[in-house]
Structure formats: structure tokens, C-alpha cells
């Protein structure tokens, strides 16, 4: 069985965000309820100040923090499916332990407040269980493992898009969004990047494009010293990751 990982190239990515709308698509999130984020933050003071960003999916952790914290085990992480960090929507209470214990920021409770206006589960109202009924539906539903329209109550996060990654044939070392054998299982992030500065492979396979990248190009993963070790892992310095600066007391 693979291990998925994804690689990020800071030194390609243009922040440009087509890979936060192409996973709100693929997976009916709530607009602003983005899986798939792009922060932007400055690094610097003026005169040399400059603006810089940083794409955060869910880094399908190999020692979550989220899964430890959960009370229902709605949360878990499944090793037969190339270890994605899942929530099962049938068991989730909604008490988001989950939502505090990642140190990334990735999880959403869509019940609250909408993060942008208009409300669309006012103007598409849910059917089914359903919080909203999209028009762009995602024809594709697995409540045990966070995938569809999600239901009120609960938490969700990016899957790595385990609906189309899944039905890969066996054995594949990379999901390259250039072959065209391959590109209908490739995650939607990956699938749209303008820049292609998204990879994704198996992280057990010594050949895969995934590995090689990570060992010529040093790569690494965000806010290691939590002990969360991601599958998710970072190239370059053109976009910059923010440094961890430990508080120390005066
Ligand atoms: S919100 Fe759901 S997934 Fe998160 S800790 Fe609570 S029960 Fe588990
Ligand atoms: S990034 Fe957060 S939500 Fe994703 S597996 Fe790690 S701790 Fe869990």
C-alpha cells in the first residue's frame, strides 16, 4: 500500500489560489471554508518589505494530533488508504477537540457563521441530512470518510481528494497530472495548478518523483518540533515559510 504525500514548490507557486478554487469544487465546501488554503502574510519592514504566502492543505499527519484528541474516534488514520487522516462523518459529535489540537489550521466547523455573504445554505438549502445543496454537486459520497456535501454538526478537512487518488491502479509511484493515464485520479490541487508546483506520489516508494524531489531538494515539512511529522512537504525559499521564533521570557 502507498504512503500519499504531496510536495509543494515554493519557488514555482504564484499564490494565485486556483488550487483553493479547484478543491471548493471538487469537494462542495462552503466558499471561504477553504481545505485547501493560500495564507498570505509580510516579511520584512520598509523599505524591503515583502508580501509572501504559503499553500496549507491538511498534512495527513503520521502522528496526528487530531486523531489523539478525539473523543469519538470520528477522526483516524487510515494506513490502508495511504495513511489520509479521515472524519467520519456518522460518528463526529461536533465538539471540535480536533479544531485545537492541529497545530496547522486546517479544520473547519461549517455550521458557524459564514465566513462570506451571501449565506448560500439560506439561498441552497440542504436536503438529505445535507448542510447545503450545491449546484456544482460532487456526485461522490462517503460519510466515513469526511467525502460529499457534508452534514450539520460536524468537522471537515481535506481528504488529499481520496474519491479520485483511491481508484489509481495499484503499484503507481506518482499521480502525474501530465500522464494522461493517470491524470483523472490526481488530486484537484494538483490537477489545476497553473505553475505545476504541486507533486504527489508515494512517500514508501524509493523511485517515485515524489522521494527525489524531497532528497535533491531538502525538502521540508511545516512546524516540525510538534512532532506531527506531515506527509505534506515543502521546496524552496522563493515564497519563504515563516520561521519559528520559540517565545522565550524577559
Ligand atoms: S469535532 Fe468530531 S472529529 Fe473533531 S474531536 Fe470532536 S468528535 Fe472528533
Ligand atoms: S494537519 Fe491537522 S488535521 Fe491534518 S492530520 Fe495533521 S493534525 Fe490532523
Redesign the pocket.
Given at each position: 500500500m502507498a504512503k500519499w504525500g504531496m510536495v509543494i514548490d515554493l519557488d514555482k507557486c504564484t499564490g494565485c489560489q486556483a488550487c483553493t478554487t479547484a478543491c471548493s469544487m471538487e469537494n462542495n465546501t462552503l466558499p471561504g471554508e477553504n481545505w485547501q488554503d493560500v495564507l498570505y502574510y509580510h516579511e520584512g519592514q520598509y523599505p524591503s518589505g515583502q508580501m509572501k504566502w504559503l499553500p496549507r492543505p491538511c498534512m495527513q499527519c503520521e502522528n496526528p494530533s487530531?486523531v489523539h484528541?478525539?473523543?469519538?474516534r470520528?477522526?483516524y488514520k487510515d494506513m490502508d488508504a495511504g495513511g489520509i487522516v479521515f472524519?467520519d462523518w456518522n460518528?463526529?459529535?461536533?465538539?471540535?477537540?480536533?479544531?485545537i489540537a492541529c497545530p496547522y489550521g486546517v479544520r473547519f466547523y461549517a455550521d458557524e457563521k459564514p465566513l462570506l455573504e451571501p449565506d448560500l445554505r439560506a439561498i441552497f438549502p440542504g436536503e438529505g441530512g445535507q448542510l447545503w445543496s450545491p449546484p456544482y454537486q460532487n456526485p461522490e459520497e462517503d460519510w466515513r470518510r469526511g467525502i460529499g456535501v457534508q452534514p450539520h454538526g460536524?468537522?471537515s478537512k481535506c481528504t488529499f481528494c481520496y474519491h479520485r487518488v483511491s481508484k489509481a491502479p495499484p503499484g503507481t509511484p506518482d499521480l502525474d497530472e501530465d500522464d494522461p493515464m493517470l491524470k483523472e485520479y490526481v488530486p484537484a490541487c494538483v490537477r489545476t495548478c497553473p505553475p505545476k508546483a504541486r507533486f504527489f506520489g508515494d512517500l514508501d516508494n524509493p523511485s517515485s518523483q515524489v522521494n527525489r524531489l524531497i532528497g535533491d531538494k531538502h525538502g521540508v515539512r511545516l512546524l516540525d518540533h510538534t512532532g506531527n511529522r506531515p506527509q505534506v512537504y515543502y521546496l524552496g525559499a522563493g515564497a519563504g515559510i515563516p520561521a519559528f521564533t520559540p517565545k522565550t521570557k524577559s
Open positions: 487530531c484528541v478525539c473523543p469519538t470520528a477522526t472524519v460518528k463526529c459529535i461536533g465538539c471540535k477537540y480536533c479544531m460536524v468537522v
